[in-house]
T-cell receptor, first 112, second 108 residues
Framework: DVKVTQSSRYLVKRTGEKVFLECVQD?????MFWYRQDPGLGLRLIYF???????EKGDIPEGYSVSREKKERFSLILESASTNQTSMYLC???????????FGQGTRLTVV | RKEVEQDPGPFNVPEGATVAFNCTYS??????FFWYRQDCRKEPKLLMS???SGNEDGRFTAQLNRASQYISLLIRDSKLSDSATYLC?????????FGTGTRLQVFP
């Protein structure tokens, strides 16, 4: 069974803090993605990576950065958390060509 | 204009009903198409891929119309367990783009 694991289910952080969201997959997938999901807006792509040390901006990269030092791990970094970054964050992985994307269980981040 | 558009619903249908969802996409170069299902407070999971010739998986039938740039999902003989949000997904150059989802509620 494919497993995509996100480090936390729930997280509460203060405005201005640096926040790290970690994602690990165990299927040797080339592609990894970070999305945020908000009511009425659906899933929006923040960043994705198709190889180690490679990253591409998605539709809403502002305020975020990513790191992929190892194939199985893709980290999302909020450099200085703000209240408008309160959201559900979902990590996904997939093979090259992306015939299917597998999601982690999500991290519900609240910035106060 | 959004890249992938869906009617948000909700669609409220009785058990046994047939229900259809449509989705339109804006990029004619999109390569692949999928329907995902998301249960409340859970992560999305692949329901089925959508092929040009149309494909069926049990009670579920997916269709793709490239000329009109729309995708459909038909659910026959609805079950209570089909209640969920159905997400239309399009692959554009290694980017998976999601619609906002259509909520289905099946009642007894």
């Amino acid at each position: 069974d494919v497993k995509v694991t996100q480090s936390s289910r729930y997280l509460v952080k203060r405005t201005g803090e640096k926040v790290f969201l970690e994602c690990v997959q165990d299927m040797d997938h080339e592609n990894m993605f970070w999305y945020r999901q908000d009511p009425g807006l659906g899933l929006r792509l923040i960043y994705f990576s198709y190889d180690v040390k490679m990253k591409e901006k998605g539709d809403i990269p502002e305020g975020y950065s990513v790191s992929r030092e190892k194939k199985e791990r893709f980290s999302l970094i909020l450099e200085s958390a703000s209240t408008n970054q309160t959201s559900m964050y979902l990590c996904a992985s997939g093979t090259g060509g992306v015939t299917e994307a597998f999601f982690g269980q999500g991290t519900r981040l609240t910035v106060v | 204009r959004k890249e992938v558009e869906q009617d948000p619903g909700p669609f409220n249908v009785p058990e046994g009903a047939t229900v259809a969802f449509n989705c339109t996409y804006s990029n004619s170069a999109s390569q692949s198409f999928f329907w995902y299902r998301q249960d409340c407070r859970k992560e999305p999971k692949l329901l089925m891929s959508v092929y040009s010739s149309g494909n069926e998986d049990g009670r579920f039938t997916a269709q793709l119309n490239r000329a009109s740039q729309y995708i459909s999902l038909l659910i026959r003989d609805s079950k209570l367990s089909d209640s969920a949000t159905y997400l239309c997904v399009v692959l554009n150059t290694d980017k998976l783009i999601f619609g906002t989802g259509t909520r289905l509620q099946v009642f007894p």
